[in-house]
């Protein structure tokens, strides 16, 4: 089965400063991967997605992510935090093969990290 | 434009006491539909999708159930709700084969 491991349960950045928060997955075969972001109390919100292709993928807000297999990684970076940007974040995977009907299951998410932003 | 809406958006019930929770998706025909669970410090943990009326798939045996009556709606439910039934829940929907899924603002459940 898949996992995904987000080593980081929180992380302070100063407003301003570059940011990376890191994932780490495990499948065996070509992972459909997301970046979402969860404002406290609220849903979550899709920032980005790898499916195929280019493995430097941007998304909404500025931010964007890395898909390296090697290292079974897909790094989130922002070059510039702002305040606004304190939330926790989730990496999640979806394994195609897994189960016919491929993208109808559910994925499967990271426990998330919490970033703090420093004024 | 597609919308996802959950009721209520909190709830607190007695241990023992039943449980309904609704989702509802508008703008999109033959959603899949999801219920994940989210608990503190866990991330959020799948536990029933649905890919049309009447057809669930329970990723985590327990005392919860699910139901899609209608296409677009589905319902979360419990007979008796344990204290362990305390979280977030949230509900997704997706499209076809799409592995893309949008979330609805969510329902924090206590169970006391």
Redesign the interface.
């Known amino acids: 089965a898949q996992s995904v491991t987000q080593p980081d ?1 929180h992380i302070t950045v100063s407003e301003g400063a570059s940011l990376e928060l890191r994932c780490n997955y495990s499948y065996g075969a070509t992972p ?1 991967l ?1 970046w ?1 972001v969860q404002s406290p ?6 920032l980005l ?1 790898y ?1 195929s292709g280019d493995t430097l993928v941007q998304g909404i807000k500025g931010f964007e992510a890395e898909f390296k297999r090697s290292q079974s990684s897909f790094n989130l970076r922002k070059p510039s935090v702002h305040w606004s940007d304190a939330a926790e974040y ?1 990496c ?1 995977v ?1 394994a ?1 093969e897994v189960h016919s ?12 990290t919490h970033l703090i932003i420093q004024p | 434009s597609q919308t996802i809406h959950q009721w209520p958006a909190t709830l607190v019930q007695p241990v023992g006491s039943p449980l309904s929770l609704e989702c509802t998706v508008e703008g999109t025909s033959n959603p899949n539909l999801y219920w994940y669970r989210q608990a503190a410090g866990r991330g959020l943990q799948l536990l029933f999708y649905s890919v049309g009326i009447g057809q669930i798939s329970s990723e985590v045996p327990q005392n919860l159930s699910a139901s899609r009556p209608q296409d677009r709606q589905f319902i979360l439910s419990s007979k008796k709700l344990l204290l362990s039934d305390s979280g977030f829940y949230l509900c997704a929907w997706s499209v076809g084969i799409d592995y893309e899924q949008y979330f609805g603002p969510g329902t924090r459940l206590t169970v006391t």
């Open positions: 349960i459909y997301f979402y109390g609220q849903g979550l919100q899709l997605k499916f989730f999640a979806g195609w009907g491929g993208g109808a299951d559910g994925l499967t998410f990271g426990k998330g």
